[in-house]
């Protein structure tokens, strides 16, 4: 039959004089000496840390305003960041911004990652995949929070798609100016330079380029099935953030 728990020993501890300028975890040793004990016998020593605040802080609390970040940062270099607000709920629900510095971790550095000061978490181009459920602590004393994120990454290498892949001259359609642009030679004179001048150069037909890409969740057991933002038949237009670094293999076809 189970023994009943019983009560050995109660402490009453007390500070004074507050806790102003001390530090807020105080070690307590003791240990269990018995009646007939050799005196040179080992003890265990027990060793208590005792947390001492002026205020009763029961629960920590992460808040930040968005829970789903995404990962643009390969494509553009620019490193997106969500802020992190840490705050404490006191007894009887006081609610005050965390005066200490707490500590954080984030548990896949290759997802996302957080700042030293555990005020915002964020992408910086580093990571190498996206992820649903990435997890990220707090804590500060003895009271510990978590909070869970969802960050998409592009699916590389990216899509191109061309309005038409066979662009031609169009005929009878000249513009001014001449097919080379050192073509008018500052030693050139006379007729031969005022003819260049004057002369044309063909037109071509355009077309709209697009750059596409899916951004996807990998999934947190290391498996290959891969989540898609919205579903996997959408590509997201990513033209707007990647039509600067944009270019043409060889400028003497397009």
């Known amino acids: 039959r189970g023994l009943e728990a019983a009560e050995l020993l109660h402490l009453e ?18 240990q269990v000496e018995y009646p007939g004990q050799d005196p040179e016998a080992q003890k265990d020593k027990l060793v208590w840390e005792v947390q001492v605040s002026e205020r009763d802080m029961r629960v920590l609390v ?3 305003q968005e829970l ?22 006191e007894v009887g629900g006081a609610v005050s911004e965390l005066s200490e ?15 030293e000061g555990c005020d915002a978490v964020f992408v910086g181009g580093k990571e190498s995949r996206g992820a649903r459920g990435v997890r990220v602590d707090f804590w500060a004393r003895r009271l510990h929070a978590s909070l869970l994120f969802t960050v998409w990454a592009p699916l590389l290498p990216l ?17 001014p100016g001449n097919t080379d642009s050192s073509a008018v030679d500052v030693e050139d004179h006379g007729e031969d330079a ?37 579903g996997p038949e959408w590509l997201l237009d990513v033209t707007h953030l990647v039509a600067g670094w944009a270019r043409v293999q060889d400028p003497r076809v397009a």
């Open 101 to 115: 510095p707490p500590g954080c971790e984030s548990a896949d550095t290759q997802v996302l990652q957080v700042s």
């Open 62 to 64: 992460p808040l930040v």
């Open 194 to 230: 005022e003819r260049r001048a004057r002369s044309c150069r063909p037109q071509y037909q355009r077309t709209a380029v697009r750059f596409l890409a899916h951004f996807v969740a990998h999934p947190q057991d290391g498996g290959r099935h891969l989540s898609y933002l919205p």
């Open 68 to 89: 789903e970040l995404l990962n643009t940062s390969p494509l553009t270099g620019v490193p997106r960041t969500v802020p992190v607000t840490l705050v404490t709920v």
């Open 159 to 175: 899509r191109v798609q061309l309005g038409d892949t066979a662009l031609e001259q169009v005929r009878g359609w000249r513009l």
């Open 13 to 30: 501890l007390a500070v004074e004089n507050g806790t102003g300028g001390q530090a807020p975890a105080r070690p307590l040793t003791w």
